[in-house]
């Protein structure tokens, strides 16, 4: 059977956590080494990973490649728009033909349906570098950025702030499958996804939504958010205002505990959902998560293959 990444669910929590305990300690092996030099054991010698990108990227599109040549592999870059794709060659016809060609795909893309329409007809795996839905490769970094810090799951208390999207989507999904908790500071008009917040309170998280930014923080040992207008969105000026009192600043994150660190998955926009004092304070761990996008994305990649 072939192993996807669409979802985090994909990997279970078995999957997740071995893909994480992987990932660090991969990371220290490789300590020290230039970024483009592969790891001694080479595990993906000779693959060759095809991305596909329907979307912008700076983070998703240089772990990734980066990601392949310390496993010892390649990736190829594709921007749809100068793909047949983009000329209207279909997504099953594309899958079929990357498969025949590449050792796996990644798909950035908008409507969740085009990435499960293009693992319906790939014989090789599938990974999700966004959707609309869901954005799985950043939580894994996220998660490696607060486990690397010393800071356990289990149990572990996030805030999410300002609006209910694809990573918030991918964040709750994760709380379900590892066990942690989170405070859901969202606009209202804006809220995740009903079915997604059940499901994860199914699997045993709390998941506490708040209209009051100040009371979803409290006591938060992570606090996280991401730009109030995602790509593809027309609405900039509604959400901007509607999201206003979600804004991570110095007085917001005073009520966090007091080892409380932050993330965003990046790009920022610095004085609307995060302040400068924020991202760049000494609670932000935003470049670790960052650079974490490489480290991960190898472990899922090992993932995908079988290899862990
Ligand atoms: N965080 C993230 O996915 O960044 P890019 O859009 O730059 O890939
Ligand atoms: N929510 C953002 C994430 C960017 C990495 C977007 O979809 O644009």
């Given at each position: 059977m072939i192993r996807h990444f669409i979802s985090l669910s994909d990997g279970g929590a078995e999957g997740l956590a071995a893909i994480l305990a992987d990932a660090g300690e991969r990371k220290q092996a490789r300590?020290?080494?230039?970024?483009?030099r592969a790891d001694?054991?080479?595990?993906?010698?000779g693959r060759v990973l095809a991305m596909v990108f329907e979307k912008s990227s700076t983070r998703t599109r240089v772990s990734f490649d980066v990601a392949m040549r310390q496993l010892g592999g390649s990736a190829i870059v594709l921007d749809a728009g100068t793909m047949q794709l983009g000329r209207g060659e279909t997504i099953a016809d594309t899958a079929r033909v990357l498969s025949r060609m590449a050792d796996a795909i990644m798909l950035r893309t908008d409507d969740h349906a085009k990435i499960e329409e293009l693992q319906r007809h790939a014989t090789v795996p599938v990974i999700n570098g966004l959707t609309d839905l869901s954005h799985p490769c950043q939580i894994m970094a996220e998660l490696l950025t607060i486990v690397e810090r010393?800071?356990?799951?289990?149990g572990l208390e996030m805030a999410w702030l300002g609006d209910g999207n694809n990573v918030a989507y991918s964040l709750i999904e994760a709380a379900g499958l590892l066990g942690f908790n989170i405070r859901l500071g969202v606009a209202e008009g804006f809220d995740c996804d009903a079915a997604v917040v059940d499901e994860a309170r199914a699997r045993g998280a709390q998941i506490a939504v708040f209209r009051d930014a100040n009371v979803a923080v409290k006591g938060a040992h992570v606090v996280v958010t991401d730009t109030w207008v995602s790509m593809g969105q027309s609405d900039g000026d509604v959400r901007i205002g509607a999201m206003a009192p979600y804004q991570v600043n110095a007085q917001l994150m005073a009520?966090?505990?007091?080892?409380a660190m932050f993330l965003h998955c990046l790009p920022a926009h610095r004085g609307e959902e995060v302040t400068d004092a924020v991202i760049d304070?000494?609670?932000?761990a935003v470049w670790d998560e960052a650079e974490n996008r490489i480290h991960a994305q190898k472990s899922v990649l090992r993932w995908v293959f079988g290899q862990i």
């Open positions: 300590a020290g080494l230039p970024k483009g001694h054991d080479a595990p993906l010698d010393g800071k356990p799951l289990a009520l966090a505990d007091p080892s304070g000494p609670q932000s």
